[in-house]
């Protein structure tokens, strides 16, 4: 039932990387290189786009894509206004209030609509676009670097949806404990980042 949007993630994933770096020269490889690294340097950031994944699968349907594809394309928005350095406040806790709702959804089970929860996961990339486009390096193409670190989240998001189908099937002979553990764990690491940042 989920093979043709998995496998169509497969291919995107496989197919983006050739295409990405088909017409760069030197100093543009090296601002893809630097965006493409920049999701992994943060934990808030690698738990987010993972979680969004497996939220994606636990709904299913159409959510396996359309969940994602919204995130990465209001990702993308959202660092374009911050590589402009357009003012966005709340960075920080719209980025912790991510963990803490992506998590709580995931941890509980929530059967959000797809519309509803691609909207949901679209604000929250603002978030996380805006702080990638904010920290893009002075000396970095901004395009460039944008497309390094919407194929890391485009990657990070497979993840999350190989984790969903890992987890379902623990969860197949220990019902929802996979899922409880994996979002309480994000939630809780949200709640930290939330404390931290008062």
Do not use: K
Not at 23 to 52: C, K, N, Q, R
């Amino acid at each position: 039932m989920r093979s043709g949007p998995v496998n169509a993630l497969v291919a995107i994933v496989l197919l983006v990387p050739t295409s990405a770096f088909a017409h760069f020269g030197a100093d543009h490889t090296h601002s893809f290189g630097e965006g493409f690294a920049h999701p992994f340097g943060g934990l808030d950031h690698i738990l987010t786009m993972v979680t969004v994944g497996l939220l994606a699968w636990q709904l299913g349907g159409r959510a396996i894509w359309l969940v994602p594809a919204t995130f990465v394309s209001l990702m993308a928005l959202g660092g374009a206004l911050g590589i402009a350095g357009e003012p966005l406040s709340v960075v920080e806790y719209g980025i912790a209030a991510s963990l803490i709702v992506l998590g709580t959804m995931v941890a509980l089970g929530m059967r959000a609509p797809t519309v509803v929860a691609a909207a949901l996961v679209g604000l929250f990339a603002m978030f996380h676009g805006y702080a990638h486009g904010m920290e893009t390096p002075a000396d970095a193409s901004g395009s460039t670097f944008a497309a390094g670190f919407i194929l890391a989240t485009v990657l990070l998001h497979a993840c999350g949806i190989a984790l969903g189908f890992l987890v379902g099937r623990i969860a197949e002979r220990y019902e929802r404990l996979g899922y409880q553990i994996a979002g309480a764990f994000v939630a809780l690491a949200g709640v930290g980042m939330l404390a931290h940042s008062m």
